[in-house]
């Protein structure tokens, strides 16, 4: 590797917002990515996005880049990740439903 395994470091996974900006995947989609909560027809990715960031935090507690979202994470309102994690275990266990 050229660069000696510094950019493979940081794991590909986002937000509906990145999808959004990044893709036309969200062209026609019902979800708004701007928004966070469930009752908001908020995008499921962005709590598929913090469930996997919390899931994974131990692994990446040592990750220089991903420190910023890490700290993020960390001073996230416990009642806000919960529902975040609440409603991706709901996505990826019932995928057809959304």
């Known amino acids: 590797m050229a660069d000696g395994g ?10 509906g ?3 959004n900006k990044m893709s036309n995947y969200c062209k026609g989609c019902h979800y708004k990515v701007s928004k966070k909560n469930a009752e908001d027809n908020a995008c ?3 709590s598929l996005y913090w469930n996997f960031l919390d899931e994974k935090k ?9 420190a910023m979202m890490m700290n993020l994470l960390k001073k ?7 529902a975040h994690k609440s409603r991706a275990n709901d996505v990826i266990a019932n995928p057809y439903n959304y």
């Open 6 to 15: 510094i950019v493979a470091t940081k794991p590909y996974v986002s937000s």
């Open 17 to 19: 917002s990145y999808i």
């Open 44 to 46: 499921p990715f962005n």
């Open 58 to 66: 131990d692994h990446f507690k040592g990750n220089h880049r991903m």
């Open 76 to 82: 996230m309102d416990a009642e806000k990740l919960e």
